[in-house]
């Protein structure tokens, strides 16, 4: 029996990303990935704006509300997708659990823009026995899992150095990028900032930073958001170089056969291997994922215990600079 799901906010990541694009080769929203997968059924959406709520039933057939209310009244969803802007999340929350309490909350990164709130999110949840996941969608794309079992099986040899460029803030951007570590390389143990620069919007940070984790280091560094996106890392091992570009569009591994004892008897290959991703189709990916974790399966998602440590990391570091 497949899950029924509401999507809460029709924005990009809601429905936006993939509006224009063909859906046999992009699914860059919840709203076509719930749409298109066999074990969800996507019964309705809900936004403020009524327009986004008009496209919402062209293209999927299905009710969109502007009213919250109202459609919890008149729908019951077990999946409820809460993807409006960080800080309304806590609230819409709240709002939801007053008429229905579903089997699932899927949520946007981060949890909340308020530490506190966040934790509240995952308090509630445990509390009323509603999973929890996030939408660190990264963790359920082949080529990151196909990295961490790299790492996992020493391929990509310790120590293990990182250098990652974000931009366009550490809460909003940022955090993507110390949840991907995280998964890969564990628990992030330590940090030092290096410069605080800016805000993004006046309201998000921008610092570089270095930071320890239990299988390596990082240097986090800040872009600029409003020249051209940039979120990538590279990898340095003893066994050679990861570069993850683009967001994690283009990804290579050169491999070293360089030893100790013959430091200089190979540098990297020079082709290198193309590590192959499917980040067309991230959403589906996730999709795919919480599917597993609703069946109690095992699946690469972020749950909200998860998602809550790698906010609590991004504050740590934004107390630093305030």
Request: charge should be negative.
């Amino acid at each position: 029996m497949s899950e029924k799901c509401l999507i809460i906010g029709l924005g990009q990541i809601g429905m936006g990303y993939d509006i224009d694009l063909n859906p046999s080769q992009y699914v860059l929203s919840h709203a076509r990935s719930f749409f298109l997968h066999p074990d969800f059924e996507l019964i309705g959406g809900v936004d403020l704006d009524a327009s986004k709520c008009s496209i919402f039933e062209d293209l999927y057939k299905s009710p969109a509300y502007t009213s919250l209310d109202q459609a919890l009244r008149e729908l019951s969803p077990s999946i409820i997708v809460i993807s409006t802007p960080s800080g309304s999340h806590f609230s819409i929350l709240e709002n939801v659990l007053k008429f229905h309490e579903p089997l699932a909350f899927v949520c946007e990164k981060p949890l909340d823009n308020s530490l506190e709130k966040a934790s509240r999110i995952v308090e509630i949840c445990e509390e009323k026995n509603i999973q929890l996941y996030v939408n660190y969608m990264r963790r359920s794309e082949k080529s990151v899992i196909h990295i961490k079992d790299m790492i996992d099986k020493d391929i990509i040899e310790e120590p293990i150095k990182c250098v990652a460029w974000y931009s366009k803030g550490l809460r909003n951007n940022g955090s993507h990028l110390i949840n991907l570590l995280e998964y890969w390389m564990g628990d992030l143990k330590s940090h030092k900032i290096i410069n605080k620069n800016r805000c993004w919007d006046k309201t998000d940070p921008e610092p570089d930073f270095e930071s320890t984790f239990e299988k390596g280091s990082a240097i986090f560094l800040s872009g600029w958001e409003e020249y051209f996106p940039h979120l990538s890392i590279e990898i340095l091992s003893p066994s050679g170089r990861l570069s993850y570009y683009n967001g994690g569009n283009e990804i290579k591994w050169n491999c070293s056969n360089a030893t100790l004892e013959m430091p200089r008897n190979e540098f990297l290959e020079k082709e290198g291997i193309e590590i192959e991703n499917d980040f067309n189709r991230y959403q589906l990916n996730f999709a795919n994922n919480l599917s597993l974790a609703l069946k109690g399966k095992e699946c690469n998602i972020s749950n909200g215990i998860d998602a809550l440590e790698s906010l609590k990391n991004v504050y740590k570091i934004m107390e630093e600079i305030a």
